[in-house]
């Protein structure tokens, strides 16, 4: 690339130095002149990775292994600064985070020339990546939503270099692994690789059959120790945050879900998800014929069943839909060939009643695309602002008003528990499974239950919203003294606007 200089990719080059130092310039004034991460789960991370550096894998408290992330891969990524210093680690964060969201916007310009899309319009779905707020808010959380972005989107180069050739690339093997390590979404994707692979390589299947074995294998090799390791440990082949979050498998879809899903895609831009609509019936009317582009079946079916799965499986739509950011840049390629193909029919019809009709389009999309990326700009810094006040803000008074406390529970654990280094107690039941227990109890037998845990853990502080324990704070708030407090002028991210922090006078509960 560097030899002969892309002038289109020089402009995406440019483009995203420009957005990013904007991004970080609106987070620093918003936060009174400090940088830091928009969710405590990257505080989570960071205490896994800390732990992860000194050899202790996938421990939260020391000596007790559990999988408390979903990301496991991102974790060994994070812990590299700690093998240095215990200083650098959010800037270090920031930084590869935004490079693999550099890069997967790269990749994809090459994924679009690919699919047959000329510079321009390749250019065009990039910049409408590039633009998409979400993403934008994602190349700086310090989380691994690019990463993943990136390695699906290589995913998919690849897959179209397999159809081309009619041979399997190994490759891909490596890709889907390392993704399945970032994001439990690649089971899915993986679900709908191989089997796709055996019917488009159908007419060559006795040539690629050993190279789809192995590939599925070394697929295999980075998927299976995480879930052994959960297993192991918990009895469960999920990390913990799937029984924390979702829990049983539903059977219809969760109708709250795809509207708030709906919602953050028509404020990404609401003319891009009107083409992919359009792109979605495109492709439905294509399968009754059995006429779909090869190119972009893989693509279609992706952006069509994950949203359709996750309503059903995992319906969670906070921090901004994160778990569906990954998909915004096939979207935004099956929108763009939509409009590709109205185009012609109109060019067909007149050309040149048409040609400033066509740019107006393009301008119009470019700019709601923009409007995206304008607004996050302040929601990424509202959203720092928040974990700064309130998690980071309790984090610090713990660790200098409570040196001596052993443990503390909690319902929140990033940023606490990275600061103050203590032993803790997960009222959410994360890095704490055993609690997980205490949710199918009756009220009163859950809540004696996670009491009794606390007590035997010699926790005498616990730092919660109260609205999230009701029956506990109605039974024994009055055994509760508050010490200290967090609230929030403007909540944008935080799950209540106070954060208590309480002492709990054992002396005055009776658990029996």
């Excluded at 990775?49 to 894998?57: L, R, T």
């Excluded at 992330?69 to 215990?86: E, M, N």
């Excluded at 709908?192 to 159908?202: D, E």
Aim: hydrophobic residues 50%; aromatic residues 16%.
């Amino acid at each position: 690339m560097w030899k002969n200089p892309d002038k289109n990719l020089l402009a995406v080059v440019v483009i995203f130095i420009v957005i990013q130092a904007a991004y970080l310039i609106s987070e620093f004034r918003i936060t009174g002149h400090r940088f830091g991460v928009p969710l405590d789960d990257v505080w989570i991370h960071f205490r896994f990775a800390e732990n992860f550096a000194k050899g202790h894998f996938f421990q939260y408290n020391l000596g007790e292994p559990t999988p408390g992330t979903t990301s496991p891969f991102w974790v060994a990524l994070l812990s590299i600064p700690f093998l240095f210093s215990d200083n650098f680690i959010i800037p270090f964060a920031l930084a590869i985070s935004s490079i693999f969201f550099f890069v997967a916007l790269v990749q994809l310009y090459k994924l679009c020339l690919k699919l047959g899309f000329d510079a321009n319009y390749s250019l065009l779905i990039t910049i409408l990546t590039l633009l998409c707020g979400r993403l934008l808010w994602s190349s700086l959380s310090g989380m691994e939503i690019t990463l993943f972005c990136l390695l699906s989107v290589m995913m998919v180069k690849c897959h179209l270099k397999e159809i081309e050739t009619q041979k399997i690339c190994l490759f891909n093997g490596l890709l889907l692994g390392l993704a399945s390590i970032t994001r439990p979404e690649t089971y899915l994707l993986a679900l709908i690789y191989y089997p796709l692979s055996l019917i488009l390589l159908r007419k060559n299947l006795k040539a690629n059959i050993g190279r789809l074995v192995l590939s599925f294998i070394i697929f295999l090799i980075l998927l299976l120790p995480y879930p052994i390791f959960s297993y192991m440990h918990t009895g469960h082949f999920l990390p913990n945050t799937y029984e924390g979050q979702v829990g049983d498998v539903k059977y219809i879809p969760n109708f709250k879900f795809m509207v708030e899903t709906g919602k953050m895609f028509v404020k990404d831009n609401f003319l891009i998800l009107l083409l992919w609509f359009g792109g979605i019936a495109y492709f439905l009317r294509d399968v009754f014929r059995k006429k779909v582009d090869k190119k972009f079946l893989l693509i279609n079916l992706w952006v069509i069943l994950l949203p359709a799965a996750s309503c059903i499986v995992a319906p969670n739509w906070r921090h901004h839909g994160r778990y569906l950011i990954p998909l915004i840049p096939f979207i935004n390629v099956i929108a763009i060939n939509i409009l590709q193909k109205i185009y012609a029919y109109l060019t067909a019809k007149d050309e040149a009643r048409y040609y400033w009709f066509k740019r107006a389009v393009v301008a119009i999309i470019v700019i709601v695309s923009l409007n995206s990326a304008v607004a996050f700009g302040a929601v990424l810094g509202w959203n720092v602002e928040n974990i700064n006040d309130q998690q980071v803000n309790i984090g610090e008074w713990l660790k200098k008003n409570l040196p001596n406390e052993k443990a503390f529970g909690m319902n929140d654990i990033g940023a606490i528990t990275f600061i103050t280094k203590k032993y803790i107690i997960d009222m959410g039941g994360l890095v704490t499974p055993e609690v997980f227990s205490f949710q199918k109890m009756s009220y009163e037998d859950g809540a004696k239950g996670l009491l009794k845990l606390l007590k035997s853990k010699g926790v005498n502080y616990i730092i919660i919203y109260p609205s999230w324990f009701d029956y506990i704070m109605e039974n024994y708030s009055k055994y509760f003294i508050r010490e200290y407090s967090a609230k929030l002028e403007n909540n944008t991210i935080c799950g209540g606007i106070e954060m208590f922090v309480y002492r709990i006078n054992w002396d005055w509960i009776n658990l029996n």
